[in-house]
């Protein structure tokens, strides 16, 4: 049997990434799809330690990369392999990409180093889909409600993060769904729903 899908979300910080995520599992779960929704960092019983250091805590670039890979390398063995294993649909708010583009783009460490770490922590896991949620930074700061260390950066740092996801997207247009995060949320909501129905409902009938 082949496994449940992997969807993950990305956008910058305040795109609207949480509440899509929650969406699309209400709206699976509503047709009797297992859903686990979860996140990075902090999916983990180690990502909850690590969860509030890495969101407030001033760390160097080198040990916040490893911190989100060990984060990552934990969720990813202990929760989302084994519910793909049993069937479950597993809906993540940020995965590998966030360090592609945040550590990678934003911090400027080295990035073809970062993908074969990331591949480690993932157990060379790719999602199936990935819904990039892409809006001018201004704006989706304007959003973000809960204030992390991240936030503090620079304007530069994160259109750095946009351009990044936005480069990411065009090298695999298969993988990534990009929405227009200006759009009404009903709308937003819509897109997505269409865009799973297509590839993986109907896809399995
Ligand atoms: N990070 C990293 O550096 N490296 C890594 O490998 C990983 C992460 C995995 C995690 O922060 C930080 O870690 C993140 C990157 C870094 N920091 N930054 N920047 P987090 O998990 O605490 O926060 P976040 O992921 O950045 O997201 P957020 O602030 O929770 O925002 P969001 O999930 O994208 O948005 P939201 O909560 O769904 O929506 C925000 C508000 O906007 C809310 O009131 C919504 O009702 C509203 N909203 C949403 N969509 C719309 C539309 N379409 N129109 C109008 N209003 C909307």
């Known amino acids: 049997m082949p496994h449940a899908p992997l969807i993950t979300f990305e956008g910058v910080e305040g795109a609207g990434k949480t509440t899509l995520a929650h969406h699309l599992a209400d709206w699976l779960r509503a047709q009797g799809v ?11 019983a180690l990502g909850a330690h690590l969860r509030p250091i890495l969101l407030h805590e001033p760390l160097d670039a080198w040990a916040e990369l490893f911190l989100f890979l060990a984060d990552r390398r934990q969720h990813t063995l202990q929760v989302i392999l084994p519910a793909r294993e049993h069937g479950v649909w597993v809906l993540c708010d940020r995965y590998a990409d966030s360090t592609l583009v945040y550590q ?3 911090r400027g460490l080295d990035i073809p180093l970062i993908r074969r770490l990331n ?9 199936d889909l990935t819904v990039l949620i892409d809006l001018p930074v201004e704006d989706a700061l304007a959003r973000a409600d809960a204030p992390n260390r991240f936030e503090a950066e620079t304007l530069a740092f994160h259109n750095r993060i946009r351009a990044g996801y936005l480069e990411l997207a065009r090298a695999e247009p298969n993988r990534f769904l990009v929405l227009d995060g200006l759009q009404p949320l009903e709308t937003l909501k819509a897109s997505l729903e269409q865009a799973v129905q297509e590839r993986f409902l109907d896809a399995g009938k």
């Open 104 to 106: 990678g783009y934003g």
């Open 119 to 127: 591949a480690i922590a993932t157990d060379n896991l790719a999602p």
């Open 34 to 44: 297992p859903v686990r929704l979860t996140r990075e960092p902090g999916g983990s």
